[in-house]
């Protein structure tokens, strides 16, 4: 299995009342192994699409993406997925919580266990596993969401702006264990977020998409060591040059839902 | 939000008195005991005649009686079993005939017409036809049960499973769940406060005609009893069966759905929603 993602020409069409919605168009990326990319782009950019199109949630209306040599048909096992809004299941403990991709992979239930428990270790939750994922804040709970995900060692992480619902503080900390995270198991990132410096933060690469219908618009390397300090010239420079092009997208996006507005 | 699990919870006394002293029991009940005294003074002034119209104490003395003499438990046993039993069937074949409907649209589209069709044929219509098949007794009020009650829990499963969090069912996507594990782990938890909903709503069907059933098909039962009565003439014994009805109906369905509700749906968080 390899962690490499080719999207060669995806388009997206929905039908709706008023004919076709054209969601993307014509997306192409090279997404290397063990690289951490964020798409970034305004709301109903089509990114979530993209990235649930990648993870095999909902097919292409045309091109493909390739996991190394294999197109994507469907889910699959080198892609696990982290939900905005954590997807955990409240019925289960956070332990069996962790489990469930095991579970459904037929993996001996002391093994689920086992290796649920040593996840829940390294995003620092073990102390919670027997406990029901109400009884946790947010960002605990987006960290068992991690955790589940990572207890399938997929090769490729995609997640659907997992940080979008935390407050800033929580937010900021799961920034870092995310980058403590990746750093210790190097797997390929692709991270939907509309949050310019939450991208700069943690990318080796942002790809900047349009509003509707989304394309890439810009594809920029941030190549700063990490961890990143905001404050830092180079940073500045990139965040002012991100902010003028995502401002054009958003105004546009917003004109969008003006004329929707009216059309309706 | 907290990760600190809840205090346990306080000792029984104090929680008793204050159910007690609570503004609603003291309510409650004194509209109970003003009840019992209009029903005490029709009595007296015989507004009814009191061949038809016992007075309170008669009443409860000849629950007391049936309570003592042990006919009381015979009829409410015979009851119960039957209760039980048609319920566990209404619940054994309507939880997954409710989740396929659920999951199916043709499986949906080509029976939900015809159930739809059934649903609204009250319980007691099927009894002359239970008798016929079942003769009278055990089976063709089991029978009665289960034909009006399967219809709550088959429509509430269903209606779970339609409502269910698209999310859920990504997650079992991107993780590649076999189908067995997704309607075992995922679909029926996940449905569980439609299911519990549905159980009690068909708890309380059965409930309601099984009293009827039994007037027509049985020798035995709190129905019988009632209905029984009607021949010795005595009102009385009719109204402390109604009585037993109510108090057993209202104890077993709070207690019995109360700790499924405690042992599940609080535990994980899930209290509301449900039809």
């Known amino acids: ?264 | 939000m907290s990760a600190i699990p809840r205090p346990a919870a306080a000792p029984a006394r104090p929680a008793l008195l204050r159910w007690l002293t609570h503004r609603d029991t003291l309510l409650s009940t004194g509209f109970i005991l003003a009840f019992l005294l209009v029903w005490q003074a029709v009595y007296s002034a015989e507004l009814m005649p009191r061949w038809a119209f016992p007075s309170p104490a008669r009443t409860f003395a000849s629950l007391f009686e049936m309570i003592l003499d042990g006919s009381l438990a015979k009829n409410v046993g015979a009851s119960f079993s039957r209760q039980v039993t048609g319920i566990v069937l209404a619940a054994l074949a309507g939880v997954p005939l409710g989740i396929y409907l659920g999951m199916s649209p043709y499986f949906r589209g080509a029976t939900l017409p015809f159930f739809r069709m059934l649903y609204p044929v009250p319980g007691l219509a099927w009894v002359p036809l239970a008798i016929l098949w079942f003769g009278v007794g055990f089976t063709s009020t089991v029978f009665v049960i289960f034909i009006s009650g399967i219809w709550p829990i088959m429509f509430n499963t269903m209606a779970g499973v339609q409502t269910l969090s698209g999310q859920y069912t990504d997650v079992a996507k991107v993780y590649m769940a076999p189908r067995w594990l997704y309607v075992r782990r995922i679909l029926v938890p996940g449905s569980l406060p439609f299911i519990i909903t549905g159980l009690r709503l068909t708890y309380g069907v059965g409930w309601r005609v099984i009293i009827g059933a039994e007037m027509i098909s049985s020798i035995v039962g709190i129905g019988f009893l009632i209905d029984d009565a009607r021949w010795q003439l005595r009102p009385d014994i009719m109204i402390a069966g109604m009585i037993t009805i109510a108090i057993i109906g209202l104890v077993t369905e709070n207690w019995l759905f109360d700790f499924i509700e405690r042992r599940t749906l609080d535990k994980w968080g899930m209290k509301a929603s449900g039809t």
């Open chain 1, 1 to 264: 299995m390899t962690g490499a993602v080719r999207i060669d020409r995806i388009d997206k069409r929905y039908d709706s009342e008023g004919g076709d919605v054209l969601a993307l168009q014509a997306i192409e990326a090279t997404i290397g192994e063990g690289e951490f990319v964020c798409l970034l782009g305004p709301s109903g950019c089509g990114k979530s699409t993209l990235l649930r199109i990648i993870a095999g949630l909902i097919p292409a209306s045309g091109g493909r993406v390739l996991i190394g040599s294999q197109p994507v048909q469907g889910c699959g096992p080198d892609r696990a997925f982290v939900f905005q809004d954590y997807a955990l299941f409240p019925w289960m403990t956070v332990q069996d919580n962790v489990g469930f991709g095991l579970a459904a992979r037929g993996v001996p239930f002391e093994e689920q266990r086992r290796r649920a428990l040593e996840l829940l270790r390294v995003v620092g939750l073990a102390q919670f596993a027997e406990k029901f994922p109400h009884h946790l804040s947010g960002g605990m709970k987006q960290r068992v969401s991690i955790a589940r995900a990572l207890a399938v060692e997929p090769q490729i992480l995609l997640m659907d702006e997992p940080f979008g619902a935390l407050d800033a503080q929580t937010r900021s900390v799961m920034q870092e264990e995310l980058l403590r995270i990746w750093a210790r198991f190097r797997k390929t990132v692709i991270f939907v977020t509309h949050s310019i410096s939450e991208a700069l933060l943690l990318a080796d690469t942002v790809l900047l998409m349009t509003a509707r219908p989304g394309r890439i618009k810009s594809v920029l390397r941030v190549e700063l060591p990490r961890p990143r300090d905001e404050g830092e010239p180079r940073m500045i420079e990139l965040r002012r040059r991100l902010l003028a092009e995502l401002s054009e997208e958003i105004a546009r996006s917003m004109q969008q839902e003006n004329e929707d507005a009216s059309l309706a």
